[in-house]
């Protein structure tokens, strides 16, 4: 599975999009681009994910660019409940594929 | 509710004892792992099952010992822990081993397991 590239940590005010970013230059043609965010202490929990078109659902917006070497994770509008740290995942889920988690970003929304 | 249930939610543990933790899962997944999360550090596969088999077991002390009585159950039992050991527990369940396009994994809320 192709590695993925996020910065450690970004902030945003509440109530104001945050854009979290994500480098995955060597993903191949079947591997799925997946958000999975941790809050404090608990589970991480599936935001979304995408192949190559832009998804939306009710938590956030995923923004795959067209080479697809990079996406963004959008909330677009910011609370306090989504202060955790967000994960960009490359999957084949063809294959037996097994959830790697990296560091992640940090994001922490404040007043 | 997750749909995928940890107990205990914590556990203090002395060296010397032996515990369990218990996840369980009615999603219908026929696959499930734990993984551990240490303080400031990545989440770490431990051990997955498919169909009640171990699939995988990566290079986890025989201190840790899994057990799959049926694929909507998933315990680990603790014996002769380290103070190292102290960490988060996750349990996720998946609907098999090829992650058929959807949500991946589903994960429990853990167990935070502290040894003294």
């Known amino acids: 599975d192709a590695k993925t590239t996020q910065p450690p940590s970004m902030d945003c005010a509440e109530g104001r999009a945050a854009n979290l970013p994500c480098n995955h230059s060597?993903?191949?043609?079947?591997?799925?681009v997946y958000w999975y965010r941790q809050i404090h202490s608990q589970g991480p929990q599936y935001i979304i994910h995408?192949?190559?078109n832009n998804e939306t659902n009710e938590m956030a917006s995923l923004i795959i660019t067209e080479d697809r070497k990079s996406s963004t994770l959008i909330l677009p509008h910011a609370t306090l409940r989504d202060t955790a740290v967000y994960y960009c995942?490359?999957?084949?889920?063809?294959?037996?594929?097994?959830?790697?988690f990296g560091t992640g970003t940090r994001l922490q929304v404040t007043l | 509710e997750t749909g995928v249930t940890q107990t205990p939610r914590h556990l203090v543990m002395g060296m010397t004892n032996k515990k369990s933790l218990k996840c369980e899962q009615h999603?219908?997944?026929?696959?499930m792992y734990w993984y551990k999360q240490s303080a400031k550090k990545p989440l770490e596969l431990m051990f997955v099952?498919?169909?009640?088999?171990?699939?995988e077991n990566n290079s986890v002390p025989s201190r840790f010992s899994p057990e799959c009585p049926n694929s909507s159950h998933l315990f680990l039992h603790l014996h002769t822990l380290q103070p190292e050991d102290s960490a988060l527990y996750l349990c996720?369940?998946?609907?098999?081993?090829?992650?058929?396009?959807?949500?991946?994994?589903?994960f429990g809320s853990g167990t935070r397991l502290t040894v003294v």
């Open positions: 996720a369940s998946s609907q098999d081993l090829r992650l058929t396009v959807g949500t991946g994994y589903t």
């Open positions: 060597t993903i191949s043609g079947n591997e799925y």
């Open positions: 995408g192949l190559k």
């Open positions: 995942i490359v999957l084949n889920t063809g294959t037996a594929s097994k959830l790697t």
């Open positions: 999603l219908g997944h026929n696959a």
């Open positions: 099952y498919n169909f009640k088999e171990q699939t």
